[in-house]
């Protein structure tokens, strides 16, 4: 399409969820449960790698709530952008007279 | 390995635990999954390109988060037939030992079954037999159980990403690059999913493939042991059968064929036995199974006296005919002694020695030792490892000698040869011809090729005149002086076998060309 259209507050709504959900993804407990299961099996692979698998799982929630909260960022700068040309070319519109 | 030690210690409850951690997890990740649309950008709220690449993204991520919920529920559902199997295992253990202990016989943590009656008598045959059965039940149990755990162990692996494969037949320089650029666990989850390709890509480090191939060996020990026990079952069957009449004395070559068997599998089973014995033993300098394929021609293995990728001495030692798997440890001696007469050569440096039995030898004299095919198959193997070498090793270059006694001399003239062979010394002893009529047709620096031959090796037999059309049938004899080579000295009475004798001068050359240093004339 040409051009654009934009609701910069829905914007703002829906980045301050993602960062809500950035924020909520690292913080689900997947290593703990990874380690009870290792600690679970002890003399076996399982055990030996133990650490190595609940990282792995750390590190993948962690992934997606570090592009969940890229997505947040840019989504929030997007909406202040805008927002502050809406109120720039406003401004200078509001000057126009004849 | 697992003991009966640590199956006992293993905890359904705990497991019960994840298994409630997991349920959980699964639960907030699809909690947040159900959330997530309200992070989309709806399309009435905002559109053109950039509108479109942020909903793109969305999208992504959201099916990240999806899957991730998905693999945690799959590891809830897996725990749970895995807490069946954990609990199974366990009680049969707990059967075993009941049945040993009433019979009187004690389960040790490490699996040893030790006769408690037998103590204070001199063992009975039946008492024997009884041992070796709980021994196999034990065997057998323990085999479950490691399945339960590496079944455990893949389910949990479920959100790695994937490690991506070396490039297939790339040079060993690539394959260290490749092997160098991998994060840490990505090492580990290779290793552990691939021991037969970690255990024998040229390029990778000497511990890793020495981890990996101690795996395979305690799995070929297993399945040795478990052959073996097939095999003796049947014997016993059908000796019974034929001694009770159950079966007519036209058996008797099928029951011949079964104990011939069965001796082969004692002494295959010795042989990797002897190989984990040498593995762990105590020494002066660490032992690593580079490479091991017991089922590849008539067994290849490559173990290490010291660690190549950083000593400063590296010497590969390529034996001749009959050399495989089941003649390792005369290699590994012979091995031994030029990595003890290198120290003593330069005390201040350190020296690994490379028993490569990593080729098909030929196995006869006649006819196979006469022909070159042996050599030519086994160029690019040697050609790859010596590469290798170089490309896993560490630090400042090392010194890389490639010795060769007698056919094994044909295989590294025959790998200089015809192309490129990565190391700075060349020493053929005892040798029937390397392929080529004198020393330029190895394409090496000038002095850097050495050879001996004893005035009493019957080696010489090859080059003499009398053998008619076969004479130099694997090319000239390189302790000639006419071929080109700096040759060495060796006692003019020794035999074929007797150059690592410590008295025979060409013994103390091997420590002074591996070290840097030059032979006794």
Same mark, same amino acid.
């Not at chain 2, 795996?215 to 399945?223: G, M, S």
């Not at chain 2, 050599?375 to 090392?398: K, N």
């Not at chain 2, 005892?430 to 090796?457: K, M, N």
């Given at each position: 399409?040409?051009?654009?259209?934009?609701?910069?507050?829905?914007?703002?709504?829906?980045?301050?969820?993602?960062?809500?959900?950035?924020?909520?993804?690292?913080?689900?407990?997947?290593? @703990? +449960?990874?380690? $009870? /299961?290792?600690? #679970?099996?002890? %003399?076996? *692979?399982?055990? &030996? !790698?133990?650490?190595?698998? =609940?990282?792995?799982?750390?590190?993948?929630? @962690? +992934?997606?709530? $570090? /592009?969940?909260? #890229?997505?947040? %960022?840019? *989504?929030?700068? &997007? !909406?202040?952008?805008?927002? =502050?040309?809406?109120?720039?070319?406003?401004? @200078?519109?509001?000057?126009?007279?004849? | 390995?697992?003991?009966?030690?640590?199956?006992?210690?293993?905890?359904?409850?705990?497991?019960?635990?994840?298994?409630?951690?997991?349920?959980?997890?699964?639960?907030?990740?699809?909690?947040?999954?159900?959330?997530?649309?309200?992070?989309?950008?709806?399309?009435?709220?905002?559109?053109?390109?950039?509108?479109?690449?942020?909903?793109?993204?969305?999208?992504?991520?959201?099916?990240?988060?999806?899957?991730?919920?998905?693999?945690?529920?799959?590891?809830?559902?897996?725990?749970?037939?895995?807490?069946?199997?954990?609990?199974?295992?366990?009680?049969?253990?707990?059967?075993?030992?009941?049945?040993?202990?009433?019979?009187?016989?004690?389960?040790?943590?490490?699996?040893?079954?030790?006769?408690?009656?037998?103590?204070?008598?001199?063992p009975q045959a039946g008492r024997l037999v009884e041992?070796?059965?709980?021994?196999?039940?034990?065997?057998?149990?323990?085999?479950?159980?490691?399945?339960?755990?590496?079944?455990?162990?893949?389910?949990?692996?479920?959100?790695?990403?994937?490690?991506?494969?070396?490039?297939?037949?790339?040079?060993?320089?690539?394959?260290?690059?490749?092997?160098?650029?991998?994060?840490?666990?990505?090492?580990?989850?290779?290793?552990?999913?691939?021991?037969?390709?970690?255990?024998?890509?040229?390029?990778?480090?000497?511990?890793?493939?020495?981890?990996?191939?101690?795996?395979?060996?305690?799995?070929?020990?297993?399945?040795?042991?478990?052959?073996?026990?097939?095999?003796?079952?049947?014997?016993?069957?059908?000796?019974?059968?034929?001694?009770?009449?159950?079966?007519?004395?036209?058996?008797?070559?099928?029951?011949?064929?079964?104990?011939?068997?069965?001796?082969?599998?004692?002494?295959?089973?010795?042989?990797?036995?002897g190989l984990q014995n040498r593995l762990v033993a105590?020494?002066?300098?660490?032992?690593?199974?580079?490479?091991?394929?017991?089922?590849?021609?008539?067994?290849?293995?490559?173990?290490?006296?010291?660690?190549?990728?950083?000593?400063?001495?590296?010497?590969?030692?390529?034996?001749?005919?009959?050399?495989?798997?089941?003649?390792?440890?005369?290699?590994?001696?012979?091995?031994?002694?030029?990595?003890?007469?290198?120290?003593?050569?330069?005390?201040?440096?350190?020296?690994?020695?490379?028993?490569?039995?990593?080729?098909?030898?030929?196995?006869?004299?006649?006819?196979?030792?006469?022909?070159?095919?042996?050599?030519?198959?086994?160029?690019?193997?040697?050609?790859?490892?010596?590469?290798?070498?170089?490309?896993?090793?560490?630090?400042?270059?090392?010194?890389?000698?490639?010795?060769?006694?007698?056919?094994?001399?044909?295989?590294?003239?025959?790998?200089?040869?015809?192309?490129?062979?990565?190391?700075?010394?060349?020493?053929?002893?005892?040798?029937?011809?390397?392929?080529?009529?004198?020393?330029?047709?190895?394409?090496?620096?000038?002095?850097?090729?050495?050879?001996?031959?004893?005035?009493?090796?019957?080696?010489?037999?090859?080059?003499?005149?009398?053998?008619?059309?076969?004479?130099?049938?694997?090319?000239?004899?390189?302790?000639?002086?006419?071929?080109?080579?700096?040759?060495?000295?060796?006692?003019?009475?020794?035999?074929?076998?007797?150059?690592?004798?410590?008295?025979?001068?060409?013994?103390?050359?091997?420590?002074?060309?591996?070290?840097?240093?030059?032979?006794?004339?």
């Open positions: 399409m040409d051009g654009f259209g934009v609701s910069a507050p829905r914007l703002q709504d829906v980045a301050r969820v993602a960062a809500a959900a950035a924020d909520e993804v690292p913080a689900v407990q997947i290593g @703990a +449960a990874v380690r $009870a /299961a290792a600690a #679970a099996l002890p %003399g076996g *692979l399982t055990a &030996a !790698a133990g650490e190595t698998l =609940a990282g792995g799982w750390t590190a993948s929630c @962690a +992934a997606v709530g $570090a /592009a969940l909260s #890229a997505q947040s %960022g840019a *989504l929030a700068v &997007a !909406a202040a952008a805008y927002g =502050a040309v809406d109120a720039e070319v406003g401004a @200078a519109l509001e000057g126009v007279r004849c | 390995m697992l003991t009966p030690a640590d199956v006992r210690r293993w905890d359904p409850f705990r497991m019960a635990e994840a298994l409630r951690a997991f349920g959980t997890a699964a639960d907030q990740l699809g909690g947040l999954d159900a959330d997530l649309p309200a992070a989309r950008p709806g399309d009435a709220d905002w559109q053109g390109a950039a509108a479109e690449r942020a909903r793109a993204a969305h999208d992504r991520i959201a099916d990240q988060l999806r899957t991730l919920g998905e693999e945690a529920g799959e590891v809830r559902r897996g725990l749970g037939r895995a807490i069946d199997a954990v609990v199974a295992v366990r009680a049969e253990l707990a059967t075993v030992e009941g049945f040993a202990a009433a019979g009187g016989y004690a389960i040790g943590d490490d699996g040893t079954v030790t006769d408690m009656l037998g103590q204070a008598r001199p041992s070796a059965l709980f021994t196999g039940q034990l065997r057998q149990l323990l085999d479950r159980a490691a399945d339960v755990d590496a079944d455990v162990h893949v389910l949990l692996r479920i959100a790695d990403p994937p490690v991506p494969a070396p490039v297939a037949g790339g040079p060993p320089v690539a394959v260290a690059a490749w092997w160098n650029g991998l994060p840490t666990p990505a090492q580990e989850r290779f290793v552990a999913d691939h021991p037969d390709q970690a255990g024998t890509l040229d390029g990778l480090p000497a511990i890793v493939r020495d981890t990996a191939n101690r795996r395979r060996l305690v799995a070929a020990i297993t399945e040795a042991q478990v052959t073996r026990l097939a095999t003796a079952e049947q014997l016993n069957a059908l000796s019974d059968a034929i001694d009770h009449g159950r079966q007519g004395m036209d058996q008797i070559p099928r029951r011949d064929a079964l104990a011939a068997q069965l001796g082969q599998a004692d002494a295959h089973l010795a042989v990797l036995r105590a020494g002066p300098r660490p032992t690593l199974l580079l490479g091991f394929a017991p089922d590849v021609g008539n067994g290849r293995v490559i173990v290490a006296l010291g660690n190549p990728d950083t000593a400063a001495n590296v010497v590969t030692f390529v034996p001749g005919t009959a050399a495989r798997l089941a003649s390792i440890s005369g290699e590994l001696g012979r091995a031994e002694a030029m990595a003890d007469v290198a120290q003593s050569s330069a005390p201040a440096q350190t020296t690994a020695v490379i028993a490569w039995n990593g080729y098909d030898a030929p196995q006869s004299i006649l006819p196979d030792a006469a022909q070159v095919r042996f050599a030519d198959a086994a160029e690019p193997l040697l050609r790859s490892f010596q590469s290798g070498l170089r490309a896993a090793h560490t630090g400042p270059a090392s010194r890389n000698t490639v010795v060769g006694h007698s056919y094994g001399s044909t295989v590294i003239g025959h790998t200089a040869r015809d192309g490129p062979l990565d190391a700075d010394a060349l020493v053929f002893v005892g040798s029937p011809g390397v392929g080529v009529d004198d020393v330029r047709g190895l394409h090496r620096p000038p002095g850097t090729v050495y050879s001996t031959t004893g005035a009493a090796d019957p080696i010489e037999i090859t080059h003499s005149p009398v053998l008619g059309p076969v004479d130099d049938a694997l090319g000239a004899d390189p302790s000639d002086p006419r071929f080109g080579a700096r040759v060495f000295l060796a006692d003019p009475g020794g035999g074929h076998n007797d150059y690592w004798n410590r008295g025979n001068p060409a013994f103390s050359s091997f420590g002074l060309i591996a070290t840097g240093h030059q032979p006794v004339p």
